[in-house]
């Protein structure tokens, strides 16, 4: 004996040795390929698998124990898989925001030119075009800043703790000694411990229970009442009851497994105990994490239309500007001049208060937006809003109220029962159980109790617990002491399986082969219209005892069934049919069920030909479902990757789509939509993934923005249009008048000075009213249609331009180089005043100030900058500008070459509008 037990302690010392060569073995088994890998294709393969093998399988293959593992063994595994935590979306740095704010074409090109203006001793010209660059960066930079602290602040905080199962490997050496030393010695037990959930790694042992939020993906070993909501990750609106074993169809798809626990779902009732098989990255949840904050957003239309816009006015001035600088070089024989006067005709080209008009455009339209509880993180989801012409939204929350509702109580054929209705009460309200969303909602009926008189007419006797054997429970019920009625609630078929009866108005029938089709078919179709149906039965038995068992749960009467759905909410339709009378298409995508999903689509209007699902759009290549998307506007049963793949196909057939949705399973399709639209109830992933974040789920909402969005883009078009067509115009003009006069018809200074105050007289465009017919339908980026606005209206200002030559040059007889201040000072206040007004006349297709008129802010600064052109040729700083006064017969002429203008700008309008339309 003593030789064993030497034999023993020294068994013990070499404890050390043997955590090492377990150390070596650990790392050996974690080296193979299923650690690493983390394509979805793979994850998939390794939770069904997980799935598939029995419970004492699936810990020896994660190489772990029933009594959990060791901190050593935690420790190890922990250093080769890393922390438990899923990859999010870094912000960016102060300075890289700055410089995304700063950079774009016109913001690059001002540069140069206020550079170049810099060193040819320009500096007025250079602190000008520079002050805009600065403007437009800071407004952008400061907004959006402050709307992504806003976003920042709505990130809801979850659970950071897991309860874990731990042993000591010294209990594992005990055993032994145990085993074969037959020692008397105590063995510890395994212990529970609160542990951080980064800290989790697979094969851990982890406890659940009601109100946990799953800490990584794991497999079910035990499971008593287990439901678990995972509407976050596959849209399903009623939680789904997990087993230790997959009772479920055969199926490839590792969420329909009901063996499976998936991180950022949450334990509704019951509880479990399961082992970790993925962590972090390598969970379903953190595979697409990884995607959505690894993966580069592709340009929304916003960014393509303003760069092609950009560009095409950039090709322009590239063009135009040589021809401008060689003209002059040539005819006035001073290169010097002539070079000044085309960079200052390159200033005058380039729209530089672009970037600062549509930023502060987008900038009140965000401002107005949070007003109705809507946060812009990105200022050019608001353009992207009011050219949206295909919205997908998920399901559950944004159509329906994401709550469970009882929607109809019937008898055993059907018809409405208020008897069903009592009995499913009694049932709910006097069992001791945790309650469920179905219990929870029978007791939401609004005065039942009190019509009842349960405090006065009814006693509970016993209830007969629900178990996932019997699927049912049992209530026992004293009404009025005069006799005991049993009440059985649960799933159809194991209510069956205890009926001999049905009753039916009053009567009660046998439940014979007839009858039990019938009342299949009556269930049946029911299920098809998307309901979750609960049967109900019950007998009436004598008072004589108080203890009930479940084999008293025979001979009942079935007295009909109770059906829940998460209903629409009440502002879906009407917000559906404001969408699409705006010409937006709403199509739903949901991992909801098709029968449910169809049923809410019919109940809120929404066109359904047919529900297309998952598993349907795997089998289709690209060209294919291309043409799918297009005309079907439903579908259901939908992965994440399934949700990304019908975005990307609806945008590469030319639709602006916005994508709604606040689960994990959403996030890829926010970050491939042009805008994605989430709620600040959604998980982090996906408010990371969004551009507008939502106070409210509400497809009303929406529709004010997709309004306040086409608001911002038609103020901007106003402002892109105006500039093209009377730059081109002016350049027109300079060609003309620099080939036949012998002097410049306007200096540089001059001429920086005109479009600076010009550029200031549009700076209250973002505040100008909008037509209504011009936001009925959504608006794009059309440079070819800016293209031809610009050629089509730009030559009209010319015209007056050589009309005002004339007119200095042979009325005034400014006609030297001697007299060229008088005649540059009579073109600097017509062009101004023209240009200043034509925003008024190109703002609507309507007649302005008569039909539409602008806000008081553009028509206050339109006032403000032709009285202040007029103003400087007359007054005191005439010399420094170096215009001169004019004569007071200039202004009838002036005068009369303005109306003019707009008299032919008018019916030109009338004819562009007949023949292109207008946007």
């Not at 209830?463 to 699927?471: A, K, Q, T």
């Not at 939509?673 to 990371?688: L, P, R």
């Not at 900058?865 to 170096?882: D, E, R």
Request: aromatic share 8%; proline share 5%; with cysteine.
């Amino acid at each position: 004996m003593n030789l064993l037990r030497s034999l023993f302690v020294s068994f013990l010392k070499t404890r050390h040795t043997l955590r090492h060569f377990r150390r070596l073995m650990i790392l050996d088994s974690l080296s193979g390929p299923g650690i690493t890998r983390g394509v979805p294709e793979d994850l998939a393969r390794e939770l069904m698998q997980a799935s598939a093998d029995d419970a004492a399988g699936v810990l020896v293959r994660l190489h772990s124990h029933d009594g959990g593992l060791a901190q050593s063994e935690v420790d190890l595994i922990a250093e080769r898989v890393g922390p438990n935590e899923v990859e999010h979306e870094k912000p960016l740095r102060w300075w890289q925001h700055l410089w995304h704010c700063y950079r774009n074409p016109f913001n690059l090109l001002l540069t140069v030119l206020a550079a170049i203006s810099y060193f040819t001793d320009d500096d007025k010209g250079a602190i000008v075009i520079g002050l805009m660059v600065v403007l437009s960066t800071l407004i952008r930079f400061v907004q959006e800043g402050r709307s992504s602290r806003a976003a920042e602040r709505l990130k809801e905080m979850v659970s950071n703790t897991a309860t874990v199962i731990r042993r000591d490997l010294a209990t594992d050496v005990v055993q032994v000694a145990q085993r074969y030393f037959e020692l008397p010695l105590p063995v510890r037990v395994p212990t529970r411990i609160e542990v951080p959930i980064r800290d989790l790694v697979p094969g851990e042992l982890v406890v659940l229970s009601a109100g946990d939020m799953i800490p990584a993906d794991c497999r079910v070993l035990q499971a008593k009442d287990l439901f678990v909501s995972q509407a976050a990750m596959t849209g399903e609106s009623l939680p789904v009851e997990k087993f230790p074993e997959h009772r479920g169809a055969a199926s490839h798809n590792p969420l329909e497994m009901n063996n499976l626990l998936f991180m950022g779902t949450n334990v509704v009732s019951g509880s479990a105990t399961a082992v970790v098989v993925t962590t972090g990255n390598r969970t379903y949840f953190g595979v697409l994490a990884t995607r959505v904050t690894a993966t580069d957003r592709t340009p929304t239309s916003f960014e393509t239309g303003v760069n092609s816009v950009s560009w095409l006015l950039i090709r322009f001035a590239l063009v135009m500007v040589p021809v401008v600088l060689l003209i002059n070089g040539f005819t006035k024989d001073d290169w010097t001049e002539a070079f000044l006067f085309a960079l200052s005709v390159a200033v005058g080209l380039t729209p530089e208060m672009l970037p600062m008009i549509v930023t502060s455009t987008l900038a009140k339209g965000a401002v107005i937006l949070s007003r109705k509880k809507v946060i812009v993180k990105r200022l050019d989801a608001i353009q992207n809003f009011g050219a949206m012409n295909v919205l997908c939204t998920d399901k559950t929350g944004t159509l329906t109220q994401d709550k469970i509702f009882l929607e109809r109580h019937t008898d055993v054929f059907g018809q409405d029962s208020d008897d069903v209705l009592k009995y499913a009460y009694l049932n709910s309200y006097y069992q001791t159980g945790l309650k469920n969303l179905l219990d929870r909602a029978v007791l939401d009926r609004a005065g039942l109790k009190a019509e009842l008189k349960l405090a006065q007419d009814y006693q509970k006797v016993d209830e007969i617990p629900f178990d996932f054997e019997r699927r049912r429970m049992s209530v026992v019920v004293s009404e009025k002491s005069h006799h005991h009625e049993l009440i059985c609630k649960g799933a159809v078929e194991e209510i069956l399986t205890t009926c001999t009866q049905v009753q039916v108005d009053g009567q009660v029938l046998a439940l014979d082969a007839a009858m039990l089709e019938r009342v299949r078919s009556v269930t049946s179709e029911l299920n098809e219209q998307g309901l979750r149906v609960v049967a109900v039965a019950m007998k009436e038995v004598p008072p004589d005892k108080s203890t009930y068992a479940i084999a008293d749960e025979a001979e009942l009467t079935l007295v009909g069934y109770i059906a829940f759905l998460d209903p629409p909410k009440e502002s879906t339709a009407p917000a559906l049919r404001a969408l699409a009378e705006h010409g937006v298409t709403v199509k739903v995508l949901t991992g909801d069920n098709e029968l449910v999903t169809a049923k809410i689509c019919r109940e809120v209007g929404l066109p359904l030909e047919r529900v297309v699902l998952g598993q349907q759009l795997d089998a289709l290549d690209d060209a294919a479902l291309s043409a799918l998307v297009e005309r079907y506007n439903v579908f259901a049963k939908l992965t994440p990757l399934n949700k990304e793949r019908i975005v990307r196909a609806l945008r590469a057939n030319g639709h602006v789509v916005g994508f709604m949705g606040d689960g994990i399973n959403d996030a890829p399709a926010l970050r491939a939509a042009d805008i994605g639209i989430s709620v600040d109830s959604a998980v982090d992933i996906a408010k990371e993934a969004a551009d507008i974040i939502l106070l409210e789920k509400s497809l009303m909402v929406l529709e004010e923005g997709v309004l306040e969005g086409r608001k911002t883009f038609s103020n901007m078009l106003k402002y892109i249009r105006m500039t093209a067509s009377s730059n081109f115009g002016n350049v027109f003009s300079v060609l003309i008048a620099s080939a036949f006069l012998p002097f410049l018809p306007m200096l540089p200074l001059q001429l920086l000075v005109q479009n600076l105050l010009y550029d200031i007289s549009q700076i209250a465009i973002p505040f100008d009213n909008v037509d209504e017919e011009l936001i009925r339908m959504p608006l794009k980026w059309n440079p070819a249609d800016i293209g031809r606005f610009m050629v089509f209206f730009g030559p009209t200002s010319s015209v007056f331009d050589i009309v005002t030559f004339c007119l200095m040059w042979y009325v005034f007889k400014a006609n030297t180089v001697q007299d060229q201040a008088l005649f540059q000072s009579g073109w600097f206040i017509v062009g101004l005043i023209t240009q200043t007004l034509i925003v008024h006349m190109i703002r609507t297709p309507k007649l302005p100030f008569i039909q539409s008129r602008a806000a008081w802010p553009l028509t206050a600064m339109t006032l403000f900058i032709m009285a202040l052109g007029v103003f400087l040729p007359m007054g005191p700083l005439a010399g420094s500008f170096k215009l001169v006064p004019l004569p007071l017969l200039y202004f009838p002429f002036m005068v009369a070459i303005v109306l003019a203008y707009m008299l032919l700008t008018q019916a030109m309008k009338k004819f562009y509008v007949r023949w292109f339309g207008w946007q």
